[in-house]
């Protein structure tokens, strides 16, 4: 119904905004226009989170700051590799926002720090049980979990990050006990013993012969990270300087191995039930009693040690609790390295040695354990 001239002009605005060039407007109005989208990326994200999606996200505005969010679990995922960030933040020579700090920030900050006084990697803070002294919080701020403060407070804990600190307190229940030497000698041989045999373990204990690299099993060894530690700061002198080289070598290579068979514990008349994890050791030995282990139940065939994979549409998972454990210190200690094709039916057949093992340890250790159901 417009004239001529009137339709021309509104076929003009419509090329001006389909070339719309955001290097023309003014800081404030792109500021607006950055929030704005934000704004509608936000709403995006749950949607998204909604239809199954997980998202992490890092962003550097042109002011240089940064900023980073998510889906719940993506966010996780950023406060537990922070490596990823510092990187990211390197790269576009990046500036925090101070005023953007969430609980979950303030979360991580605290799992780092109780991570470091305890002297070990992926800890998560004990709120409940205690044990442990803050130091370097804020003026006026006492310790609380992290949903308990207000955002300034937030603020100012993030702004201290570099002054806060754990200190882990001693009490009964956490102090070593004393080490009786032959139960220490013991323990020596059979952690020498997965590296050069028991002959060569033993004699290397008792007559204090060096191991040489010649000497070394190269077989598939899986120890734990505490296992390696006490090789390297307390057992590196019965190795000649190749010899431990190889040890480390062998070490390095089997941590990235990825699939486990670990022992759970039922809690019932059923001895124990299996449980296949596809992940790596690391993941393993650092659960906490409540974390998740997501993976695959494995179902007994008629065959006395032999088992079958259920492979489903989910995953199913345990918690860190019910893990079989030689040492009640370390979850997961206790597991067997194999690698399974993930395919429903797959049968396996596990190793006497380790279906005794899991027994002895549930005989010596089940009245630690509990059964948690969804």
Known sequence: MLSEEKQQEWKEKAKDLETFNPSKLSSAKRRNEVLKTQRQLASQLSYLESLGCEIAILMKNDCGNFKQSGTDKGVDFINQNQSVVVKFMHYFDCKPERDNYGIADVAALFNKKYSEACGKPSLRVPY??????VLGLPSGLNFKRPSAYGSKQIQEIMKSANSITFKIL??????????????KHVMYEKLLSKVVGKEKAAACLSKQEKIVEEEIEVLDVDLLASEFFTLETELKHCFNEDAFTAVKSNYGSCRNHCGYILPVYPGSDETY???????????????????KVLGYRLDKTSNELCYKL?????????VG????????????????K???????????????EFDESIKECIQQQSSLYMVEKE
């Not at 001693?170 to 139960?183: F, K, L």
């Not at 609790?321 to 067997?336: C, I, K, M, Q, T």
């Open 310 to 318: 259920l492979v489903g549409r989910r995953k199913v998972y345990i």
């Open 170 to 183: 001693p009490s009964e229940a956490s102090a070593p006990a004393a080490v009786n030497i032959n139960d």
């Open 321 to 336: 609790l019910n893990l079989v454990s030689n040492d009640p210190n370390e979850l997961g200690s206790l597991r067997l």
């Open 128 to 133: 409940k049980k205690g044990g442990f002294e």
């Open 273 to 291: 039930w299996l449980f296949f994890y596809p992940g790596n050791a690391e993941n393993i030995e650092t659960l906490q009693v409540h974390d």
């Open 338 to 352: 194999i690698t399974i094709d993930a395919k429903d039916g797959t049968q396996i057949t596990i190793p006497r």
